[in-house]
């Protein structure tokens, strides 16, 4: 199947300082990804979806300036939390749907995820 | 607006033993519905996915689940388990177009036992 991977794995940051996480389809382009969070024990809920070219849609209640986005190309999407907290310690997960065939195949690939924490 | 349910937030089962999780989900519209299965510290993968047609639906792994339109359920079951299957399994619902905006049930952490 098709594959997203996400980089870093795991990252501690201080806070007050910035952290990128980026999200590539390796074998097939994306014209939308999407970016979840998911807290420890909990489901994932939607942040914002990734538009490449254009920009994102948050989702109610999402930071748009905490949380930067950009969808530079049709293989990569970078989420960056700007002056992270602790309270953005999380898991955050991204998937993408190779473009032209979301109608007929429905299914999202997901990326490994991102552990974040905030000292 | 659309929730998912997912009653059972830890199963424990034996090894060879048949596995149902439940789903219940809320929707104005005919929903698209999902399966995922999360791996400790991992993404999702999808298990099956039901659009429309015959309501059972097999999937990988030896899974399958069946949608019933009357009880707004779409549960999931395996006739044995293997150790292998011990993970966070979520239920998810999109809609029409926008199948990235899933909507995600609260998971259910299986356990399978020796």
């Known amino acids: 199947g098709a594959v997203v991977s996400q980089h870093p794995s795991r990252v501690i940051c201080k806070s007050g300082t910035s952290v990128k996480i980026e999200c590539r389809s390796l074998d097939f382009q994306a014209t939308t990804m999407f970016w979840y969070r998911q807290f420890p024990k909990q489901s994932l809920m939607l942040m914002a979806t990734s538009n490449e070219g254009s920009k994102a849609t948050y989702e109610q209640g999402v930071e748009k300036d905490k949380f930067l986005i950009n969808h530079a190309s049709l293989t990569l999407s970078t989420l960056t939390v700007t002056s992270a907290h602790p309270e953005d310690s999380s898991f955050y997960i991204c998937?993408?749907?190779?473009?032209?065939?979301?109608?007929?195949?429905?299914?999202?690939?997901f990326g490994e995820g991102s552990r974040l924490t905030v000292l | 607006a659309q929730s998912v349910t997912q009653p059972d937030i830890h199963i424990t089962v034996s090894e060879g033993a048949s596995l149902e999780l439940r789903c219940n989900y809320s929707y104005g519209a005919t929903p698209y519905l999902f399966w995922y299965v999360q791996s400790p510290g991992q993404g999702l993968q999808l298990l099956l996915k039901?659009?429309?047609?015959?309501?059972l639906v097999q999937g990988i792994k030896g899974f399958e689940a069946e949608f019933k339109r009357s009880q707004s359920s779409f549960n999931l079951r395996k006739p044995s388990v293997h150790w292998s299957d011990a993970a966070e399994y979520f239920c998810a619902v999109g809609a029409l177009g926008s199948w990235g905006k899933l909507q995600f049930g609260a998971g259910t952490q299986v356990v399978v036992t020796p």
């Open positions: 039901y659009f429309s047609g015959d309501t």
């Open positions: 998937s993408a749907s190779p473009s032209g065939e979301t109608t007929n195949t429905g299914e999202l690939f």
